[in-house]
C-alpha cells in the first residue's frame, strides 16, 4: 500500500481451537467463491486517536485488541465438501501500516486508506483476518483505520470491534486500565449450538419460511426482456444526500418505525413503479443478534433472508405497512444453513419451473439510523459513478450508509445491471429515490403520483 510502513505486532493469549464454520461464515464463503480470483470482500472503520496515546501504545492496543477476540485470530480452511473449517490461533501476528507523511487533511488521508484496506485480498489459510493502518503525521497517530475480513466478522462487529478500541485508547490516554470486553458467544461456540438440537429447530422454522416467501416470490422483479449491456455490465452509482437523511428521521417518526423500514418501502415503492408490480421480493441483510449471547458477538453472523413486499397501495403508507410486517419476518427467520437454503430454492425453482427471484437486494449499513443528526444545510446532493464491479448474481442492490466525516448525510448506492437498468435510469432511481422522500414530508401520497415526484416513468 502507498505510503505505509508496516510492522509485524505479535498477539497471545485466550484457546486454540478448531471446529466448524457459523451458517454466516458459510455464506460469506459461498459468496467468495463465486466471486472472481483475486477479489477482497472486507469491512473498515476509522477510530479516533485521543492525544496522549503513542503510536507504541496504538500497537500494545491493536495486539490486545486481537487477543481478545477469536474472529481477529481466526484462518480458516477447506473442509474439503466446500465449506470452510476455522482454527482459532493462540498467538500470531498481525499487521499494522503507520502512515507517517499523509499528504493532504486526515479525512483525506482516512478515505485513502479506507479505499485501499477495502481492496486487500487476505490469505484466509495462513494470514490473521484483521490489520489496521495508522495515520501518524511526524509519528503522532492522530487516526486507526479497522480492516476485517468479512468472513471473519460482519459489518456490526467490525463496529463492535471499533469502538472497544476506541475505549481502549480513551482508557490508556486517561492512565486507566482498560474496559474488559463485553461477554459474547465466540464464533465456535455459535456454529456448535447451530448444530445442537436448538439450532436444528431454529433452523427448521426459518427454512419453512424460506419455503412460502420464495414460493410466493416473482421470477423476476425486473420483467422486461434484457437490453444490450455497457461494456462493462455492472454499474455502481452514489448519491450524496443530506436532504434524503432529513427526510427518512422526520418519515420514522411519523409513521412510528425504524427509518430502516421506510427506506425499505420507499425503495420497494420506486421499483415496483418502474417495474408495474404488486409485489416485489429482496433479499435483506439480518444481523441475527436477537439473543442475548449474540448482541455483542465479533463474527460473522448476517444472512440474506428473503422479504416480499406488497407494493400495490394504494397510498405510500399502506407499503410502510407492509414493509414492516414483511422485514420483521425476514428478520425472525435469519439464521439457517445456506446449503439447505439452495435446496429448498432448487426444490421450490423445479416445482415452479423457474428459480424465484434472487438478484434483488436492500441493505441499510449505517452506524446509527434514527439517532438525531446534525443535518448540513445548504447543501446540493452529489452524485457519482462509483468503481464499475463483476457480478453477476445482482439485478439492483440498493444500500443506504453514513458519509465519513458529514453527519447528517446519507450515501445512496445502487448497484445494477446495465442489461435491465441502463446508466441514466441507474442515476433516475437515486435522484427519483431522494425526491420522494423530501415530498412525502409534506404528507403522505397516492402511488399514483410516483411518476410526477420522481420522474420516472415505469418501464414494464
Not at 448540513?376 to 468503481?387: K, L
Not at 415526484?453 to 418501464?459: A, H, Q
Request: charged share 25%.
Amino acid at each position: 500500500m502507498t505510503g505505509l510502513s508496516w510492522h509485524k505486532v505479535h498477539f497471545s493469549g485466550g484457546r486454540s481451537v478448531s471446529g466448524l464454520a457459523t451458517w454466516g461464515q458459510r455464506q460469506v464463503w459461498r459468496d467468495m467463491s463465486r466471486m472472481p480470483s483475486g477479489s477482497a470482500y472486507n469491512n473498515t472503520h476509522p477510530v479516533l486517536v485521543p492525544e496522549g496515546v503513542t503510536l507504541d501504545d496504538v500497537l500494545d492496543l491493536v495486539a490486545e485488541l486481537t487477543a481478545r477476540h477469536e474472529a481477529l485470530r481466526t484462518l480458516f480452511e477447506d473442509d474439503g465438501t466446500g465449506g470452510p473449517v476455522q482454527r482459532v490461533q493462540a498467538e500470531g501476528e498481525v499487521m499494522a501500516g503507520v502512515w507517517e507523511d499523509p499528504a493532504g487533511s486526515l479525512v483525506d488521508a482516512a478515505r485513502e486508506l479506507d479505499r485501499q484496506l477495502e481492496e486487500t485480498v487476505f490469505d484466509h489459510a495462513a494470514e490473521t483476518p484483521f490489520r489496521v493502518a495508522v495515520i501518524a503525521p511526524g509519528g503522532t497517530p492522530r487516526v486507526i483505520m479497522l480492516c476485517v475480513t468479512h468472513l471473519a466478522a460482519d459489518l456490526l462487529s467490525t463496529r463492535l470491534v471499533a469502538a472497544e478500541l476506541d475505549a481502549m485508547l480513551r482508557a490508556r490516554a486517561a492512565g486507566a486500565p482498560p474496559p474488559p470486553p463485553a461477554p459474547a458467544s465466540e464464533p465456535v461456540d455459535v456454529a456448535a449450538v447451530e448444530r445442537s438440537p436448538r439450532g436444528q429447530r431454529m433452523e427448521r422454522s426459518a427454512l419453512a419460511y424460506l419455503r412460502e416467501q420464495f414460493t410466493a416470490f416473482p421470477a423476476a422483479n425486473l420483467g422486461w426482456p434484457a437490453g444490450p449491456p455497457q461494456p462493462e455490465r455492472y454499474w455502481r452509482g452514489g448519491l450524496r444526500s443530506a436532504a434524503a437523511a432529513s427526510a427518512l428521521r422526520t418519515l420514522a417518526a411519523r409513521f412510528r418505525v425504524g427509518s430502516s423500514t421506510v427506506a425499505l418501502a420507499a425503495t420497494a415503492a420506486l421499483l415496483g413503479h418502474l417495474a408495474g408490480r404488486r409485489e416485489c421480493g429482496f433479499l435483506l441483510i439480518a444481523g441475527n443478534r436477537v439473543s442475548a449471547d449474540l448482541r455483542a458477538a465479533v463474527g460473522t453472523l448476517t444472512q440474506d433472508v428473503p422479504a416480499l413486499v406488497d407494493v400495490s397501495g394504494p397510498s405510500f403508507s399502506d407499503v410502510v405497512r407492509a414493509a414492516w410486517s414483511s422485514s420483521m419476518r425476514a428478520y425472525r427467520h435469519g439464521r439457517f444453513d445456506p446449503e439447505r437454503a439452495w435446496e429448498v430454492i432448487g426444490e421450490v425453482g423445479a416445482a415452479r419451473g423457474a428459480e424465484p427471484e434472487l438478484r434483488c437486494f436492500f441493505n441499510d449499513m449505517r452506524v446509527a439510523a434514527d439517532a438525531p443528526g446534525a443535518p448540513e444545510s445548504g447543501d446540493e446532493s452529489e452524485f457519482e459513478w462509483e468503481s464499475a464491479v463483476s457480478d453477476d448474481d445482482v439485478t439492483f442492490f440498493l444500500e443506504i450508509g453514513d458519509v465519513f466525516g458529514r453527519p447528517g448525510v446519507m450515501r445512496l448506492t445502487l448497484l445494477a445491471d446495465t442489461a435491465f437498468l441502463p446508466p441514466p435510469v441507474i442515476e433516475g432511481f437515486l435522484r427519483g429515490l431522494e425526491r420522494l422522500l423530501v415530498e412525502l414530508v409534506s404528507g403522505d401520497l397516492p402511488l399514483a403520483e410516483l411518476s410526477r415526484v420522481t420522474g420516472l416513468e415505469p418501464r414494464a
